[in-house]
Structure formats: C-alpha cells, structure tokens
C-alpha cells in the first residue's frame, strides 16, 4: 500500500485540483512531516491513477495544467487503502535501526558522538515538531492533523529517550 496514494486520493476528496493544489493540501496537513511523500512522485501518481480510472481529468489547461478529479472507482480505492492502513500495523523501517545492528562494528568514542549528534538532531526536531503543532493550532488546522503531528513528536521523543539511555549504557561499558 502507498501512502502517497492514499494521500492523493484523499486530497482530492476535496473537489477537483492539479497537481499543484494536492501538495498544497498535503503540506497544510503537514505530511512533509509526517509522511514520506517526494512531492514530484505527486504529478506521477495522479498520471498513473488517471490511466488506471481512479481520477479523470476535468480541465487540461495551458502549459500543462491538468485539473483532476476522483471517479468512483477512485472513491473505493480511498475507502480500501485508508481503511487497510488502520487495520494493518507494519514494522517501520528506519535505517537507524540497521546502524544499531552494528554498532559493536564502531569504536567507542566513533559510537558516542554518533550518538550524542544523533540526541542533537532529536532534540530539535522535538522542539521544532512543537513549533509545527503550535503554528497549525494558530492557524486553525484541524485537531486530527495537530493530533499526526503530536503522534510525530512522541515518536521522535521515544527515539530521544532511547538515545540518552544508550550513551549512558555505553558510557558505562555495558554496550556495545
């Protein structure tokens, strides 16, 4: 399943927009955030799901400019896809994971400052994903998409904790 799929489809929900138009929804929800979306892959996935008769294309303007719209068929993929997203839990695979499989590969003090840039990095991403769901408070976005981005946060902030307990752990020379 794609999540960049299920975005555009659900983007469109809205009302017909080019391509345009689908990554200014997309970043107003924040899903440059949250979400692995190449926002070129947008004007791919909309010509794909034209030609598989899940958009159809209601205005083709000057310079390119194609206005879409979901079909029917485009409706129930939605329906399909976001409900197989609630339903299915799938391992997130993040290559942070594949460094710590051999981080008994790297010299202690090679493995702290990797770990101490890394608690850097978190730290102000935490922060920033708090700025982030402040300013979509300010600007009235709606609470489910504060409430993505909060989920965010917390998960960058487990990752955090996990990384100040680690440098203690090899600190201490119980890893690696």
Do not use: C
């Not at 935490?126 to 504060?146: E, Y």
Request: aromatic fraction near 6%; avoid cysteine; charge should be negative.
């Amino acid at each position: 399943m794609s999540s960049t799929r299920i975005l555009i489809l659900g983007a469109l929900l809205d009302g017909p927009m080019n391509g345009y138009g689908v990554r200014r929804r997309l970043e107003v929800m924040g899903a440059d955030n949250w979400a692995n979306v190449a926002f070129g892959s947008i004007y791919h996935g909309l010509g794909k799901m034209a030609d598989e008769g899940l958009l159809e294309i209601v205005e083709a303007g000057k310079g390119g400019k194609v206005v879409y719209a979901l079909t029917e068929d485009g409706r129930m993929e939605f329906r399909r896809l976001l409900m197989g997203a609630w339903y299915e839990v799938k391992p997130i695979v993040d290559p942070f994971q594949v460094a710590m499989t051999f981080m008994d590969r790297l010299e202690n003090q090679e493995l702290l400052a990797a770990l101490y840039g890394r608690m850097t990095q978190l730290k102000t991403s935490v922060d920033t994903m708090g700025h982030v769901i402040d300013l979509k408070h300010h600007h009235g976005a709606p609470d489910h998409i504060r409430e993505n981005l909060r989920l965010t946060r917390a998960m960058l902030q487990a990752q955090l904790d996990w990384v100040e307990k680690a440098i203690k752990q090899v600190e201490a020379g119980e890893l690696p």
